[in-house]
């Protein structure tokens, strides 16, 4: 029991990590009743422009507020994100907050709350405290990339080798096709996703440039580029470097050269408060480091402080900040269609591009514009948007054409996620959407649609082999439930909600609790095998039995009694039990040394999933760490010697004269316990968790 319980650990540990816990629900929910399996499979990957919003172009919805095209008052905009900042900083556990929100070409608010750092204390300061933007770096990125295509130093279409050297080429790997620069933006490019001490780290020394860091962390080709989007860091890494070799020069200073400073972004950079290293970037400039907002972590006790999370050695893809002021501009630019201060940075391709959206999964699955993603919002609203987040911080950006608004926050903790993640839908909502509409109709509970929809899916956005894999195939999960009101109920790493079935749309769900895109199953022959999360950055797979953790623990349970019977057995067994062959002998040592190392494996794994609870950034800053290692290799060799068993079988079984061999009985548990440590040995090989070498 002890090696399930570790993994039960593990995956709340690693999940916290991530800071993507899901949120609670209160309902028990079905799969509809009433819907019909799509007529076929869901269409993978396509691009088509945007929908339009369905709320009314100049007459307020029931209920609301305000027009579409009224803008919002200022002072009740600051009363109103007042109140919700505060409240969100109190709750969550978040020390410094900066918000900006524009609309119609002004600034309607640029604001900052509370502390950015402790010792010595400073205020956060809209204007000077630059908060980490996490994967919302990425966005600078992909309109670089669509500047260099306006100005005819790249193409859209072409393989993106063209812009890379020999070294840092994608490689064929069995794959026909190509992966070109528009696979990229699409994040459709078919690779795996590779995080845990790879994108932060912890000592500056450690940090490798760019071009290194593509050399020596290369992802698999796990897919055909431009079937499905799965939201990969590496690609807007490899797109970042392919500019800085289109440019001649290292990413960030001809980011800063090209576009920020020309913007007027002088608190935005791409690079880090360190030490000068060689062969590095010059380090963020003292006086913008010193505005850099410290990153903190709740224990349940206080903020602890964390150190930096140096992620330059994926730059273009995680290591830019900025301020609530220099953000503003930002949106006001991409509202703009290119335009500010009268000043245009890009043209129509770019301003087109940027209403044209890469649908990952169907035509009602939220998809992506050139690093943005799409957003359903309150009152039947699109907009378009990314979140950013950090080890300890996270930060978020949505715009909403339409209204001509846009929302941008950050905080400095994992708890600012859900305010990040929630303020522009409540601003839309409070000020816009109006009094909603009933519920969705609840369908009927049957036993046919609790076997199509409901069951546990893996994520495809994902490691595909090695440790890692291990603890994706642990944490990146989702499970479908059904319950007898008509709902379905789905919990994953994107959180968690109750889903109702989407009028119109077979095989689709929208959420109970806020508007959103629609959630799409994959049915083909009756039965769900693929479930689109509705924010379009992965989707997950249906898993067989051996696949779940699940089935996993219940595996290794048994196992561990096997071990803890076989070493008690061999202290208590009777004497006259002990006559034996010289095979059996070599058997029953082998069988103890398996035990014996299946033991020392789960509690390897066990202090190492502790310690993931207790400091989920430990994961990424010195992963694998020596206790998961040690895990690993104890595993492996109990692997070899537990199937090393089954060729022994027949001697065991064949022993000696009467009296100088074992009994049956022995000879019946020996061979169980040979059954549970090999099927056991090969559950944990299909996980990848027998490759302590592949990390």
Request: net charge neutral.
């Amino acid at each position: 029991m002890a090696f399930a319980a570790a993994g039960i650990v593990l995956a709340i540990g690693l999940t916290a990590a991530r800071a993507q816990e899901p949120a609670s629900s209160d309902f028990d929910v079905v799969a509809p009743a009433n819907e019909a399996p799509p007529p076929g499979p869901a269409p993978a990957y396509r691009r088509s422009p945007a929908r339009p919003p369905t709320a009314p172009a100049s007459v307020a919805a029931p209920g609301a507020r305000l027009a579409p095209g009224e803008p919002i008052p200022p002072a009740e905009l600051e009363a109103f994100v007042d109140g919700v900042v505060r409240e969100a900083m109190l709750q969550s556990h978040v020390p410094g907050v900066a918000v900006s929100v524009v609309q119609n070409g002004q600034v309607l608010l640029k604001k900052a709350y509370g502390v950015s750092a402790f010792a010595p204390r400073r205020q956060a300061d809209p204007d000077l405290t630059l908060f980490r933007l996490g994967a919302l770096s990425a966005s600078f990125t992909w309109l670089e990339v669509m500047r260099e295509v306006e100005r005819g130093h790249m193409r859209l279409d072409a393989p993106v080798n063209l812009y890379l050297p020999e070294k840092l080429q994608v490689r064929d790997q069995g794959y026909a096709e190509p992966v070109r620069l528009r696979d990229l933006i699409d994040h459709a490019s078919g690779f795996e996703e590779r995080a845990l001490g790879r994108l932060y780290e912890r000592n500056p020394e450690r940090v490798r440039p760019l071009d290194t860091y593509l050399r020596q962390e290369r992802p698999r080709r796990v897919q055909a580029p431009g079937q499905r989007a799965e939201y990969v860091d590496y690609e807007a890494a490899l797109a970042g470097e392919a500019v800085s070799q289109a440019a001649g020069q290292p990413f960030e200073g001809f980011v800063e050269a090209d576009l920020l400073r020309p913007l007027g972004l002088g608190h935005t950079s791409f690079r880090e408060p360190r030490p000068a290293l060689a062969g590095l970037p010059a380090p963020l400039d003292g006086g913008l480091a010193q505005g850099v907002a410290q990153e903190f972590h709740w224990t349940g006790l206080g903020l602890e402080p964390r150190p930096y999370a140096y992620a330059g050695q994926i730059a273009p893809a995680a290591a830019a900040s900025s301020t609530a002021a220099d953000m503003a501009r930002y949106m006001l630019l991409l509202l703009g269609g290119g335009t500010l201060d009268g000043h245009t940075f890009y043209g129509q391709q770019t301003a087109q591009a940027l209403r044209t959206v890469v649908l990952s999964a169907g035509p009602e699955t939220a998809g992506w514009t050139y690093g943005l993603k799409q957003q359903a919002l309150p009152g039947g609203f699109e907009g378009l948007g990314l979140d950013g987040p950090s080890l300890s911080s996270h930060a978020a950006m949505t715009l909403a054409p339409t209204l001509g608004l846009g929302v941008f926050s950050a905080g400095n903790s994992e708890g600012a996620e859900d305010m990040a993640h929630r303020l522009p839908a409540l601003i839309i909502e409070h000020f816009y959407a109006g009094a909603q509409g009933p519920p969705p109709a609840r369908a009927t509970d049957t036993a046919a649609q609790r076997q199509l929809y409901a069951g546990h899916y893996l994520s495809e956005r994902r490691r595909y082999g090695g440790l890692e894999k291990f603890v994706d195939l642990l944490t990146r999960t989702a499970t479908v439930g059904a319950g007898p009101d008509g709902l379905l109920v789905i919990r994953s790493s994107e959180g968690a909600g109750n889903w109702a079935p989407a009028a119109g749309h077979p095989g689709g769900f929208t959420p109970l609790s806020a508007d959103s895109a629609v959630s799409l199953f994959d049915v083909r022959d009756g039965r769900a095998v693929r479930w689109f999360a509705p924010s379009g950055e992965q989707s997950f797979v249906r898993a067989g039995w051996f696949m779940r953790p699940a089935g996993l623990g219940w595996t290794g349970a048994l196992a561990l009694v096997a071990s803890l019977a076989t070493l008690i057995g061999l202290a208590v067994r009777d004497r006259r039990d002990f006559r034996q062959t010289a095979m059996q002998r070599r058997a029953s040592a082998l069988q103890t040394t398996a035990s014996i190392l299946w033991l020392l494996a789960a509690c390897a794994f066990a202090v190492w999933g502790w310690g993931a609870v207790k400091n989920p950034a430990q994961s990424f800053f010195d992963w694998p760490g020596v206790f998961i290692l040690i895990a690993s290799a104890c595993a492996l060799v109990g692997a070899l010697a537990s199937l090393s068993q089954l060729l022994l079988l027949p001697a065991v079984w064949r022993g000696g004269r009467r009296l100088d061999s074992w009994t049956t009985g022995r000879k019946l548990s020996f061979t169980v316990t040979v059954g549970v440590f090999a099927g056991f040995s090969l559950l944990l090989a299909l996980w990848g968790a027998l490759e302590p070498w592949n990390n």
